[in-house]
């Protein structure tokens, strides 16, 4: 899929900004990344579902009786000139079916913009995923991988985001949970994820070239969803992401499928 990063890479990622409101009346404000997949030409848009839904992994009541109010997805144009797409907040995002997996796809979604020649530019495929036998023979720990996304640090001069890397530190094949319980289909690696960046695609960079053995070439390896805290709340540099058949899961649920 990939060859060396291209400049276009980095504006696969979208900002999501959200408004949220409590029982009485209350407003909160969130920010969060975002990435579209084309899939048989409808849009998809995939982020964390903890970004859409502010009880989801709570252990107390606080945000139980929250709404989401307002929903917008920054991204740019074809020819480099920033937009927001204002969208329905009712309409409904799926789930995986196991709750542990921390994703979130929002098919077919509507949304109003003033360009009448307005159309999503930015996209990955459904045929950019990885399926499972990619985690289970192609992905191994030390494969390098690229998240673009909308850290606290983005680009606010231009709304651009920022494109970050690391290297797969669990072994792809296995769930990787730090609890020691199972805390879904997920990957650690290590990278700087960090406050905004959640919902960023994480991408696999190529590997070798044409045949030779073990050469693969690129794909989308997952949604980036956090990272583990350290002594004192800090960044311990290993950070996780949902692996793409969660969301090649999802879409299946909606009958659409990568081609064969």
């Known amino acids: 899929m990939f060859g060396l990063p291209p400049r276009e890479l980095l504006y696969i990622a979208y900002r999501v900004t959200l408004t949220f409101e409590g029982p009485y009346g209350e407003q ?23 970004v859409i839904d502010l009880d989801y992994g709570e252990s107390t009541p606080k945000y139980r009786d929250y709404k989401l109010k307002g929903l917008q997805l920054w991204g740019r144009t074809k020819e480099d000139r920033s937009y927001v797409l204002t969208l329905d907040p009712t309409q409904p995002f799926s789930f995986s079916s196991t709750r542990e997996n921390d994703v979130a796809c929002l ?4 949304g109003q913009i003033s360009d009448p020649a307005f159309q999503i530019y930015h996209h990955v495929l459904i045929d950019d995923l990885a399926v499972a036998r990619a985690f289970d023979d192609s992905l191994f720990p030390g494969d390098q991988v690229l998240f673009p996304g909308f850290p606290d640090q983005f680009d606010r001069s231009a709304h651009r985001p920022l494109l970050r890397g690391g290297i797969i530190a669990s072994d792809p094949k296995y769930a990787y949970s730090n609890s020691g319980v199972f805390e879904g289909d997920r ?4 990278a700087f994820s960090s406050s905004g960046s959640s919902g960023s695609p994480v991408f696999a960079v190529p590997r070798g070239f044409g045949s030779q053995p073990g050469a693969r070439p690129g794909m989308v390896v997952g949604v980036n969803a ?15 992401f949902f692996k793409s058949t969660v969301v090649l899961d999802i879409l299946r649920a909606h009958g659409l499928e990568k081609a064969t």
């Open 28 to 50: 909160k404000p969130m920010a969060g990344t975002g990435f579209v997949i084309a899939a048989s030409s409808i849009p998809v848009l995939v982020t964390n579902r903890h």
């Open 107 to 110: 098919v077919g979604f509507r």
């Open 226 to 240: 956090g990272h583990i805290p350290g002594a004192f709340g800090a960044h311990t540099g290993i950070s996780y």
């Open 187 to 190: 990957v650690a690696y290590e």
